[in-house]
């Protein structure tokens, strides 16, 4: 079972890099054997992401079903063993792919064969290992040395000799604490994201809007810009590649006013503000979820995540709604994992990362699929710090010590909690602060984005500047 679930996540992983992968890089030479071997190493990876990602909903959405039918034939092999064995498989292959595959993938890419030796793969092989061996001992004496002045401790020193059983498990948990730190950063700020990116996919309603003088206006805009491109015009003011430039911003501003236009009335007066209301109740419901989970912190000590262990699988729901709150648990995990993607590409540091169809090189490709999995195995720890869900954290999940620190786990609550009402305040308010800032005479301080994106707009073809 737990093969048929990774062979499935597998190729769907395999046609998701596939489809970002840039198609020049498939040359038939040593280099295309790199990259294929890199590409197998970078799918392994976004198929254990993926499973680190379902595992929460996977394992809670099987608590409901053992609990309502405890005795049917047809779903014997849904058990505590598989549940537990997934959590333990999902832990292990986290470590493997960010330790080792990863890592090697990287260096693989990268390498040449040392100096003297014969080119070709078995010396690009051994130049890789060299470097994994090199890193090991690199983050082994950062690991040592950071013990040795956080704990200075005979014994604690003393466990740093046992590698698998303290040593990997310790660095995983540091891992974990960062993947939840990237998570803090990301989610807050793609929760109010998710309204802008919503409203791009989606048609918005046409109120007051004449959609074919807009058609018309940007038609002949693309006309002239057609013309300049041809050389019948003599001015000379943009050069070629910004004219081009242009020309396919209005392209794709005239696509865009087209299918607003051939929406039919439910799609832009119904599914986009049913959408909008969708996403505010959901990012309200988690706001909610976690206010009352710091009240549960200060008055009773089981809420901590690595408070006491539950019933057990099947035994008890973990919702006081029953299938209903756990459905609920499942949809918000989800938002929370998309909200986190889509604000880990909107940070400024991480911008550079973003995949494009058919044009994104391997390094690139390695890059994403490490940042999603530190993101989707700290999900499961984010989500039961939160109280999004009450289901306990198994395997090495549940083990992570600053679980147990009370201030770690409420001042991660906290700050949760108002970072993600800061930035939807500032999200639904800024229409309003920039009339303010316009109003006052601020707007020329460059205070906002907005009023710096229109003093900076170029005029179009005609020379003045439309705002469509």
Aim: include cysteine; aromatic fraction near 12%.
């Amino acid at each position: 079972i737990c093969f048929l679930l990774f062979a499935i996540l597998y190729v769907v992983s395999y046609f998701i890099i596939t489809r970002y992968k840039r198609k020049s890089d498939e040359q038939e030479d040593e280099d295309a054997i790199v990259n294929r071997i890199s590409l197998f190493l970078s799918t392994f990876t976004l198929a254990v992401s993926a499973g680190a990602v379902l595992l929460l909903p996977f394992s809670i959405i099987s608590n409901e079903i053992l609990l309502s039918f405890p005795h049917n034939y047809y779903i014997q092999w849904l058990n505590g063993s598989l549940i537990h064995g997934l959590w333990n498989l999902a832990s292990l292959f986290s470590n493997l792919c960010l330790f080792v595959l990863m890592p090697f993938a990287f260096f693989f890419l990268e390498s040449e064969g040392f100096a003297g030796l014969k080119k070709g793969i078995r010396a690009r092989i051994l130049e890789t290992l060299v470097m994994l061996l090199l890193l090991a001992l690199l983050i082994l004496g950062i690991v040592w040395v950071a013990s040795a002045l956080i704990d200075n401790d005979a014994a604690s020193m003393e466990s740093l000799y046992d590698l698998w059983e303290f040593y990997l498990p310790y660095l995983y948990s540091c891992i974990s604490l960062m993947g939840c730190l990237l998570l803090l950063l990301c989610t807050p700020v793609g929760l109010s994201r998710m309204f802008t990116v919503m409203g791009q996919l989606l048609v918005k309603p046409t109120i007051l809007e004449d959609l074919d003088e807009q058609i018309y206006i940007i038609t002949l805009e693309e006309e002239a810009l057609q013309r300049r491109l041809n050389g019948l015009s003599s001015s000379v003011e943009y050069n070629v590649m910004e004219l081009e430039q242009e020309l396919e911003n209005v392209k794709t501003l005239k696509t865009k006013l087209e299918r607003r236009k051939k929406a039919s009335a439910w799609e832009r007066n119904l599914v986009y503000p049913a959408v909008m209301v969708l996403l505010l109740i959901e990012t309200s419901i988690s706001v909610l979820l976690v206010a009352c989970n710091i009240l549960c912190l200060l008055v009773d000590e089981t809420a901590m995540p690595k408070g006491t262990r539950g019933p057990g699988i099947g035994n008890a729901s973990l919702s006081t709604f029953g299938f209903v709150g756990a459905a609920l648990e499942i949809i918000l995990i989800f938002y929370l994992m998309v909200s986190s993607v889509v604000g880990f590409y909107s940070l400024r540091f991480f911008g550079n990362f973003t995949p494009k169809k058919d044009d994104t090189t391997m390094t690139k490709i390695i890059g994403n699929c490490v940042s999603i999995l530190v993101l989707s195995s700290a999900l499961p720890v984010m989500s039961r710090t939160l109280g999004i869900t009450r289901f306990d954290l198994l395997g090495d999940f549940g083990r992570f010590n600053w679980l147990g620190n009370f201030y770690i786990v409420l001042s991660y609550n906290l700050l949760f909690a108002i970072v993600t009402t800061l930035c939807l305040v500032r999200k639904f308010t800024s229409a309003v602060r920039e009339e303010l800032f316009k109003a006052l005479g601020l707007h020329k301080l460059h205070l906002s984005n907005t009023s710096r994106d229109s003093e900076t707009a170029k005029p179009s073809v005609n020379g003045h500047q439309k705002a469509l």
